[in-house]
Structures are given as structure tokens and as C-alpha cells.
């Protein structure tokens, strides 16, 4: 024979439902979730309204970034009123209930609607988030070529304005002969160039040309343009030091990347709790006035 613990007529009483009302969950939900698409595809056609193909007419990039942050902060948190809103005035009546547990119960949906509509808006844009992933990992592991390529570009520029940033045509500037009249069939073989091209490479990864590299690539100057020893060392000091800056360059430009991502990530973060927090806020103010109202038609 069971005895209870509970003294007599002080067994406790529970409820057939359960405390969720996953219904108004589920609308609040939607309905944050709509009102976050609505307001990225308005962003999206401002954002894209702030760029022109015409460099004069462009906004600075720092405009565009503080702009899409607070319109991203905006929808966040009018998606988090609308959906919290809504979870708390749809919800059943709890009878029986406590004040002070009928308030947790509404801060409780207004919570559970909010994390719904992240999931939902997550998966939506999954594949976007995705590309972007992939896009700045692909520019994370060239960024090394990208210095390279740019002090082409700049040591191009300083023999004849070309804007060319090709990696190629930056060798062969290096080899330009001093005499445009030179016969192409005098320039050397292929082979050389692109060994000149590979001892670039490397020096510019390395930070340092070794000083073997150094001299053969002097002399294969010398040899190619008919510019003298001196000419030639002045040439190549040029061009490496037109890579050590454009490789200083390239990674400062990382740098300022990581530290972006990373105080988006922060920002992005932050703009989520305090979403949540709006969520749960005006589903226990949805949720007062359904009761209100209720009662108000119970008196009438």
C-alpha cells in the first residue's frame, strides 16, 4: 500500500494543457519572421541605391556600414516587437493562474516566439550567410597573391601609367628592354621569365630575395634591356619595394577585415539579446491586455 506524503486535502491539482500555447508561438513567430524579410529587402534596395557605377557618386564605404548596421539593428528589433507582440495577445487565457506566473509565462513566449523566428530566418538565409563565409575565406587565402598582383600593378604604373595588375605584365615590365627598337626574337626565352616570375614569388612571400636570386635576376635584367649593372639593381630595388609596400598594404586590409568581422559578429550578437529582450517585453504586454480585454467583456 502507497502512502502519500502530501497531507490530506493538500494533493496537488494539475493541469490537463500544457503552459505553451505553441500556436501563438508559432504566429509570433511567422510574423517576426515576415517583417525580417521585409525590412532586409528594403535594406537591400537602399543598400543598392547607395552604390554607382560612377566612383564620384559612390558613398564611402564607412556610410554604407554604419547605415547597414543600424537598419539591421532596426529590423531586429521591430520584428522582435511585432512577433512578441503577437505571441503574447494570441495566447490562451490561463485560469487559475497566478499574476506574477501568468507574467513569466508571456516573457516565456515572447521568448520562445523570438527564438523561433531566428531559426526560421537563419534557414532562410543559410545560402547567403554561406557565400559569404566561402567569399572571405577565398579572399583570406589569396591574400598573399593579392599583395603581389598590386605591387605589379603599382610598379607597371611607374614605368608607363598602365593600370594593368597582372602578374605577368609586371614581369615583363621588369624586363622591358631600354630600346622599344629591340626585336622581340632578342628578348630571351619564355622560360627565363617565368623563372624570374617564380623568384619574385618567392622573395615576396619569403619578405626577403636571396642574395643569389638577387644577382641572377640582375643579370638577366642587364642581359634583357641593355641597362647597365647599376640600372639594373635600381630597377629591381624598385619593383621589390613597390611589393613590400603593396604586401603591407594587402595585410593591413586584412587586418581591418578580422577586426570588422569581428565587431560585427559582437554587434550582431548583442543586437540578438536585446531582441529577445523586446520579444518577451511585449508578449507580457500582449498578453496583459488580452486578459484585460477578456475581462472587460466577462464585466460587460
Not at 622581340?184 to 614569388?201: C, N, W
Not at 642587364?222 to 647599376?230: C, I, N, P, V
Amino acid at each position: 500500500m502507497t502512502i502519500s506524503s502530501e497531507p490530506a486535502g493538500l494533493m496537488p491539482i494539475e493541469s490537463a494543457a500544457s503552459a505553451v500555447s505553441f500556436k501563438s508561438v508559432i504566429a509570433g513567430a511567422l510574423a517576426a519572421s515576415a517583417v525580417t524579410l521585409v525590412f532586409t529587402l528594403i535594406g537591400t534596395g537602399l543598400g543598392l541605391g547607395m552604390i554607382s557605377p560612377y566612383p564620384s557618386e559612390n558613398s564611402s564605404l564607412s556610410t554604407i556600414g554604419v547605415a547597414a548596421v543600424i537598419w539591421l539593428l532596426v529590423a531586429q528589433w521591430v520584428s522582435a516587437g511585432v512577433g512578441g507582440y503577437l505571441t503574447g495577445r494570441l495566447r490562451t487565457k490561463w485560469v487559475g493562474v497566478r499574476t506574477d506566473e501568468v507574467f513569466f509565462r508571456d516573457t516565456a513566449h515572447g521568448f520562445l516566439g523570438w527564438a523561433l523566428s531566428t531559426l526560421i530566418v537563419a534557414g532562410l538565409l543559410s545560402s547567403v550567410v554561406g557565400s559569404i563565409v566561402n567569399t572571405g575565406t577565398q579572399i583570406t587565402g589569396a591574400a598573399a597573391g593579392t599583395a603581389i598582383a598590386a605591387g605589379a600593378g603599382t610598379a607597371a604604373a611607374s614605368s608607363d601609367g598602365s593600370s594593368d595588375f597582372s602578374l605577368d605584365y609586371f614581369t615583363d615590365s621588369l624586363l622591358r628592354p631600354a630600346n622599344p627598337a629591340t626585336p622581340p626574337s632578342a628578348q630571351g626565352d619564355e622560360r627565363v621569365t617565368a623563372e624570374v616570375s617564380r623568384i619574385l614569388v618567392n622573395g615576396a612571400m619569403a619578405g626577403d630575395l636571396p642574395e643569389g636570386d638577387r644577382d641572377y635576376i640582375e643579370q638577366v635584367i642587364a642581359s634583357r634591356t641593355g641597362l647597365s649593372e647599376a640600372d639594373a639593381s635600381a630597377r629591381l630595388d624598385q619593383t621589390l619595394a613597390a611589393i613590400e609596400t603593396a604586401r603591407n598594404e594587402a595585410q593591413a586590409a586584412a587586418d581591418a577585415a578580422k577586426k570588422a568581422a569581428t565587431t560585427g559578429a559582437l554587434v550582431s550578437a548583442a543586437a540578438l539579446m536585446i531582441g529577445a529582450f523586446i520579444s518577451a517585453v511585449a508578449a507580457a504586454f500582449g498578453g496583459r491586455q488580452r486578459d484585460e480585454e477578456e475581462d472587460l467583456m466577462i464585466v460587460g
